[in-house]
Nanobody, 119 residues
Framework: QVQLVESGGGLVQPGGSLRVSCTASGSILSIGDMGWYRQAPGNQRESVATITSGSSTDYADSAKDRFLISRDNAKKTVYLQMNSLKPEDTAVYYC?????????????WGQGTQVTVSS
């Protein structure tokens, strides 16, 4: 059984910063790609940032120059540092990890953490 638990969401004013974290636990042999996604009300879930096992990163245009994704393999954790936040960044943020469990790779999702940017 694998579980992803997110933390760090909350309410922040426009222009502020927030860091969200996601930690995996369970019967994990190894972790591949990790990523952050978000879904605003009425919208489809979209990719925000991804990081490979080799730490190559990719960002949505909306996140470039403002967000930073990083990972700590020893802690089985992925982070998303969000700076210069805008009201349009308001969404539920989900992490996803590609995890090797009993020699089979599967994608796992966190439960989501709410990020609200408002004055």
């Amino acid at each position: 059984q694998v579980q992803l638990v997110e933390s760090g969401g909350g309410l922040v004013q426009p222009g502020g910063s927030l860091r969200v974290s996601c930690t995996a636990s369970g019967s994990i042999l190894s972790i591949g790609d990790m990523g952050w996604y978000r879904q605003a009300p009425g919208n489809q879930r979209e990719s925000v940032a991804t990081i490979t096992s080799g730490s190559s990163t990719d960002y949505a245009d909306s996140a470039k120059d403002r967000f930073l994704i990083s990972r700590d393999n020893a802690k089985k954790t992925v982070y998303l540092q969000m700076n210069s936040l805008k009201p349009e960044d308001t969404a539920v943020y989900y992490c996803k990890m590609s995890i090797n469990v009993y020699y089979a790779w599967s994608d796992f999702w966190g439960q989501g953490t709410q990020v609200t940017v408002s004055s």
